[in-house]
């Protein structure tokens, strides 16, 4: 014999459901206030981002800005203090720069693609403006040779690094919307070399040869990257190469940095190779481990430009070979991070942009520790985001918050028919060709 338990009668649907006497804890979840404060919140809208390469960037950039601010206290302490009598005078200039750079960093990163194409030719249209200026008595005025600075009620800026902004954006753009003509020349020239021969042409006739190197390689590496084929490359690198061998032989002090570089730095090390051979003396004195953060001795007034262009001797002196590898590691982590934006990347535009930021940050890291190590002549090249100077500084922290807009959203992925080619595959993606 057996036995079960009754089950339980339910009770008959009538289409109204009973009145309950508590609430549902979702609705009590919704009720409650939010228990962090708004500004936190704001926070955290500020660095949303779906997509690791957006914070290894943004890590790595941050990194670099406090490093530099440390090295360009420790390097301009000297002159600040003989100049103004007081030792904080170049830190902290160079932190409001930061200040201003690092908001317009994360504007900038949360601007959309479509901001940028937007405004592309006005940003374009005003840094050659700008440039214009440095050729009017009163405003314009030069540092060192180079007459590329502009002074305008107080406040003093280069207007050649807006150039670089504005050619990053200007010309990703156009070789997006031309990248179905690649194939025939002429449709570039139109648009390119008027220009980018404008842009550049105008820092060069100011004297600052180091400026102009590094916008032909934006140019050109945005060119290559965008798949433009290089016999047609071929031409306007022989070109360039010939008015930049001119251009490097025009004045006197130029045709002695390059022959005692030639020589070694042998034989006049007191002139054209004083920079060059003091900051082997800092590296060499810096030995593994450094002399100790503050306690360089070649800052006290035996390198020009210690806290600007020369900065990486300092930072090999105080930090020793440890520090230099510090320098070099965050940018090859900085590299990294653009490569997989790029790679992660659909839209043309994208890819070629974040491409000539790539080319022209690293590149000019490149060029500023070749010179401190002697592998090329002085060419007055900062060291991105560590050497001081504040428009240098305000302008690539622009040029990364751009690279951060390309890297804040996830690309979406796209649904592989059966044949497994997606739809745009018979679109030839941008960048190199095998």
């Known amino acids: 014999m057996t036995t079960s338990i009754p089950r339980p009668r339910r009770a008959p649907e009538t289409g109204r459901s009973r009145p309950t006497s508590q609430p549902p804890a979702s609705a009590e979840r919704r009720q409650q206030p939010s228990s962090g404060p708004a500004a936190m919140v704001r926070v955290k809208k500020i660095f949303a981002a779906e997509t690791g390469n957006y914070f290894l960037v943004l890590g790595a950039t941050l990194f670099l800005v406090v490093f530099g601010l440390i090295m360009v206290l420790s390097s301009s302490a000297v002159e600040s203090l003989t100049s103004t009598g007081g030792s904080f005078a170049g830190f902290i200039r160079q932190g409001l720069f930061a200040i201003v750079g690092l908001p317009l960093m994360l504007f900038a990163a949360r601007m959309p693609a479509v901001f ?78 008027p220009v980018v021969g404008a842009a550049i042409g105008l820092v060069l006739l100011g004297g600052d040869l180091g400026t102009v190197i590094i916008l032909a390689a934006i140019v050109f590496g945005a060119l290559f990257f965008a798949g433009i084929k290089l016999r047609f490359l071929a031409v306007p690198v022989i070109v360039l190469g010939f008015m930049g061998l001119v251009a490097a032989f025009a004045t006197g002090s130029r045709q002695d940095r390059i022959g005692q570089f030639l020589d070694g730095c042998k034989s006049d090390a007191a002139q054209a190779c004083w920079q060059t051979v003091h900051g082997w003396w800092a590296l060499a004195s810096g030995g593994f481990f450094g002399v100790g953060l503050g306690n360089s001795k070649l800052k006290w007034s035996w390198i020009p430009e210690a806290d600007n262009d020369f900065i990486f001797a300092v930072i090999g002196e105080e930090l020793g070979l440890l520090g230099a590898i510090l320098v070099l590691a965050l940018f090859v982590i900085l590299a990294i991070g653009f490569v997989r934006i790029i790679r992660a990347n659909r839209d043309p535009f994208a890819k070629v942009a974040v491409s000539a930021v790539l080319v022209w940050i690293i590149g000019q890291a490149f060029i500023n520790i070749a010179v401190v190590l002697g592998i090329l002549p002085v060419l007055g090249v900062p060291l991105p985001l560590i050497s001081a100077g504040g428009s240098s500084l305000v302008t690539t922290l622009i040029a990364i918050g751009i690279v951060l807009s390309f890297a804040r959203h996830a690309p979406e992925r796209t649904a592989v028919p059966a044949g497994g080619r997606t739809p745009d595959a018979r679109r030839a993606p941008v960048g190199r060709q095998r």
């Not at 002074?151 to 156009?174: C, D, M, N, R, Y």
Request: proline share 4%; no cysteine.
């Open 116 to 193: 940028w194409k937007k405004w592309a030719g006005i940003l374009m249209i005003a840094a050659i403006g700008l440039q214009l200026l440095v050729f009017l008595p009163g405003i314009g005025f030069a540092v060192g040779g180079n007459r590329n600075w502009i002074h305008i009620g107080g406040f003093t800026a280069q207007p050649s690094e807006l150039i670089k902004v504005a050619l990053v954006v200007w010309v990703s753009l156009t070789l997006a919307k031309k990248r179905d003509t690649f194939d025939n020349w002429r449709t570039l020239v139109v648009p390119l070399v």
